[in-house]
């Protein structure tokens, strides 16, 4: 037994959705794992993405998904309860996602728009599950990397160090020789947002909407001078911080 309180040599891992697209979990569900031994690790107990199984003994759970209704809030406290580890993975169990757009509108206008006439009583605003139960890591990314995720239960199944990049996308948008977005007129979040998704989008020619969160220490002010020097709009900037819902301390600061 290590110090977490299960057995090292064969981890009891769950996965669990709640409201997401299931774009995480079926990152994981790739047949061709990066790391050999991350599956030699794993006794998988609960994972509908890949297995009919629903056992509930599990020691680590990873969960997907905001929650946006009050039956998911006790689920997720089921799960809490049994789970020695809880891991948050995902844009919208890291910071409520794309969900939390609704956040903005008037409940019963969502209801009806989506809805129609049918009555629904159960939809509260998106959030990320931190809000109700204690999260021991969170991997964030829309989806995440899928190579982090193994690298992270890895690191818990070997008591080893676990850490997310701490400097900028832009690091490694430097490193992979792009153009600036922000050369382009393009407002980029990159100068601000955490790394680890190898600049995937804006090696594509796609703006960083910050998708990971915000970076260790960030200098928001800075930030915003830029986008005014570049004469962009910062009406365009308030939206794409706004997307992911991961810079909502930095906008509700500001406001």
Same mark, same amino acid.
């Given at each position: 037994? #290590?110090?977490?309180?299960? /057995? ?21 569900? #790739?047949?061709?794992? $990066? ?7 794993? /006794? ?18 990873? !969960?997907?998904?905001?929650? $946006?209704?009050?039956?998911?809030? &006790? ?9 020695? %580890?809880?891991?948050?993975? *995902?844009?919208?169990? +890291?910071? *409520? *996602? ?20 049918? @009555? ?20 964030? *990314? +829309?989806? %995440?990397?899928?190579? @982090? ?19 900028? !996308? +832009? ?13 382009? =007129? @393009? ?8 790394? =680890?998704?190898?600049? !995937? ?15 260790? /220490?960030? #200098? ?6 830029? !986008?005014? @020097?570049?004469?962009?709009?910062? /009406? ?17 600061? &500001?406001?």
């Amino acid at each position: 037994m #290590n110090h977490l309180g299960f /057995d090292i040599e064969k981890l009891k891992i769950g996965s669990f959705d709640f409201t997401c697209c299931e774009g995480c979990q079926l990152q994981l569900a #790739n047949k061709e794992s $990066t790391l050999p031994e991350f599956l030699a690790l794993l /006794d998988i107990r609960n994972f509908r993405e890949i297995s009919s199984e629903r056992l509930d003994d599990y020691d680590i759970a990873l !969960v997907e998904g905001s929650i $946006t209704r009050q039956d998911e809030v &006790e689920r997720l406290k089921a799960i809490r309860a049994q789970a020695k %580890v809880l891991v948050a993975y *995902g844009t919208c169990a +890291c910071f *409520g *996602g794309m969900n939390a757009q609704k956040n903005k509108f008037d409940k019963e206008e969502c209801i009806r728009t989506v809805y129609g006439d049918k @009555e629904i009583d159960t939809m509260q605003e998106s959030h990320k599950i931190s809000d109700f139960v204690k999260v021991d890591y969170s991997i964030p *990314g +829309c989806p %995440v990397n899928k190579e @982090e995720v193994e690298r992270i239960v890895v690191s818990i199944a070997t008591r080893s160090p676990i850490s997310l990049p701490k400097y900028p !996308v +832009c690091v490694e948008c430097k490193q992979r020789l792009n153009t600036c977005l922000f050369d382009l =007129g @393009e407002v980029c979040l990159g100068p601000i947002s955490r790394a =680890g998704c190898d600049a !995937v989008c804006p090696s594509g020619k796609t703006v960083c909407l910050g998708c990971r969160g915000p970076a260790d /220490d960030i #200098n928001y002010d800075s930030f915003v001078q830029l !986008v005014r @020097e570049h004469g962009l709009s910062e /009406d365009e900037m308030k939206e794409k911080l706004a997307f992911y819902n991961g810079f909502a301390e930095y906008l509700n600061h &500001e406001g």
